[in-house]
């Protein structure tokens, strides 16, 4: 059995040579041969020393697994860690080609780590592991693990009533204010059913650099009084606001570009009906008619329209909002902990079959 540890500790080596001291002070063997290989491989005890700093308090922790957490590759803490001759897993969470620096030696990158040994790779949906392994990625060096939810005991005041009528329908997003979520087609779908009439209200949950555009866009629109920017709020808040929601909204994800959709499974499971564009993995958490319903990307008419469905035919908002839980409750934290356990295991004893000096089980 593996066990998962987490272990912070925070040191400031003013260089090199230093850290040589600091490093080798109670020296042991294993360190001494860690050292030498890291001399092997970079060519100079410099260069050595400048990789097996960025590893040196992680050292006598001794895992059995390392798990990166990431926004990119980072060659140098990559070739740093491999030193250890320990299985190093690095977490893909977004689309690799827009990921910051990107350019065309990222694909090569991702092939040459793809083939090292102890390189292996973790992704949270089908999509983006298919997306890696086009950059190179060979399938047995990725495995895909959808993030997962903590339940609350919510209740829903609408549980019997058969269908949902309310008296101001309320449109609601959490997401990032970036291009890439998709906010704009929102706003732009709110101003046509403002045009036709309807009385809806616009809520976001969430901040970033696009805020001012999207102000700009909804003046532009006459719908600046039915919108509500709230900004960043806490996971808790978020919660409570999408329970709340519950009998009274529509959640919107009209993503232009999702690895996965981490806001629609919180809003799934807090039985909401969802509208959402069919792109990314998305379509690994909705069902089309079933879960919730897809319009076609960068449409704000046909999103504008879905919303209309949903507003006049109470019984189908009720019925993907049940569907949506009840696919939801089939993701708990619990399950996501089991699979990744699983995986350190197995990518564990790979290592424990090639080097039989690894043994050591926490």
């Not at 997962?148 to 949902?164: A, H, M, N, Q, V």
């Not at 890439?180 to 949950?205: C, H, Q």
């Not at 981490?262 to 909401?272: C, H, K, P, T, V």
């Amino acid at each position: 059995m593996v066990q998962a540890g987490v272990q912070s500790r925070r040191l400031v080596i003013p260089g090199v040579f230093p850290f040589l001291f600091w490093f080798l002070k109670g020296k042991t063997p294993s360190k001494i041969v860690l050292i030498q290989k890291a001399i092997q491989k970079a060519g100079s005890l410099r260069k050595a020393l400048l990789r097996v700093r960025k590893i040196g308090p992680i050292f006598d922790f001794n895992a059995d697994v390392i798990h990166v957490e990431v926004s990119r590759l980072l060659p140098g803490l990559h070739t740093a860690l491999e030193l250890l001759d320990r299985p190093v897993v690095t977490s893909l969470r977004a689309d690799i080609n827009v990921r910051p620096h990107f350019d065309s030696s990222w694909g090569k990158r991702l092939k040459n780590y793809s083939r090292r040994e102890n390189l292996y790779f973790h992704a949270v949906s089908n999509y983006l592991k298919l997306e890696a392994m086009r950059y190179g990625i060979c399938n047995s060096k990725c495995t895909t693990i959808h993030q997962s939810i903590e339940f609350r005991d919510l209740k829903f005041p609408d549980e019997d009533t058969g269908g949902r009528s309310f008296d101001r329908k309320r449109l609601i997003m959490v997401s990032r204010l970036a291009h890439v979520k998709g906010v704009d087609l929102a706003i732009s779908a709110l101003g046509l059913l403002k045009k036709e009439g309807y009385d809806l209200r616009l809520e976001i949950v969430g901040g970033g650099m696009e805020l001012s555009n999207l102000q700009e866009l909804a003046a532009r629109l006459s719908v600046t009084d039915d919108i509500c920017f709230y900004g960043d709020k806490t996971d808790d808040w978020v919660m409570d606001f999408l329970a709340e929601s519950a009998t009274s909204s529509i959640f919107l994800q009209p993503s232009r570009r999702e690895a996965y959709g981490q806001s629609i499974l919180e809003a799934m499971a807090s039985r909401l009906p969802i509208i959402a564009a069919n792109v990314g993995g998305i379509g690994e958490l909705i069902s089309d008619k079933v879960t919730g319903l897809f319009f076609k990307p960068e449409s704000p008419a046909d999103l504008a329209d879905k919303i209309k469905k949903i507003i006049h035919d109470g019984d189908l908002a009720l019925k993907l909002s049940r569907a949506a839980r009840v696919e939801a409750m089939k993701r708990p934290a619990h399950k996501e902990a089991e699979e990744f356990l699983s995986f350190y295991s197995a990518i564990s004893k790979i290592r424990r079959r090639s080097s039989p000096s690894m043994n050591r089980v926490i």
